[in-house]
């Protein structure tokens, strides 16, 4: 049984890091990597326990961080460093809450919900994509995006007007969203 489920932990995780680039730069040149090239452990960081969520968002983290359940953190969690796409420094700044999983053709098979009294975002450009953060979300980072398909279940408030400005919310908040 443990082997099944590590089968299919790994297929997940697989599928979720071939879909998780926003780029469709997918040349020939690119698809036929020798396996060696690929450090998931650098790249992302797949969780499913709160100490390992906290830790992969703090500065020592990754720059993705996808989640493969329900995951409830009891604790105020901060977001913070800067980190860069695929974690290629020639790229713009960037980071991921994955909050879902996907098949190999980039469909969203689940969407899962993040559970936590309060998320505090200080790394710039930071993506929540699929699924659901349950509780109030603070932003201090320019560039927050949540994206459509994701859901804040609870106030958004960002620290000052021009952080506010810089925000795309193309997702659901069910409570205020405000600059406080």
């Known amino acids: 049984m443990k082997m099944v489920k590590g089968l299919v932990v790994a297929g997940l995780a697989a599928a979720l890091l071939a879909g998780c680039g926003s780029n469709s730069d997918n040349s020939a040149a ?3 990597k020798p ?3 690929t450090d998931a452990t650098t790249t992302a960081s797949i969780v499913n326990q709160a100490d390992a969520f906290t830790s992969a968002v703090s500065e020592k983290g990754t720059w993705i961080i996808a989640i493969l359940d329900d995951l409830t953190v009891d604790k105020d969690v901060v977001v913070a460093g800067e980190f860069h796409d695929k974690n290629d420094a020639s790229k713009d700044i960037y980071r991921k809450i994955a909050l879902y999983a996907q098949d190999e053709d980039h469909n969203v098979t689940a969407s899962y919900t993040l559970t936590v009294p309060k998320l505090t975002v200080q790394s710039e450009n930071l993506r929540i994509q699929g699924g659901t953060v349950k509780g109030d979300v603070y932003v201090e980072a320019n560039g927050f995006n949540l994206y ?4 804040i279940d609870g106030n958004l408030y960002f620290a000052n007007a021009d952080v506010q400005a810089t925000a ?3 997702g659901k908040v069910t409570g ?4 406080k």
């Not at 459509?148 to 859901?151: D, V």
């Open 30 to 32: 690119n698809t036929n």
């Open 148 to 151: 459509e398909n994701s859901t």
């Open 168 to 170: 795309k919310i193309d």
């Open 176 to 179: 205020a969203t405000e600059v």
């Open 35 to 37: 396996a060696e090239q």
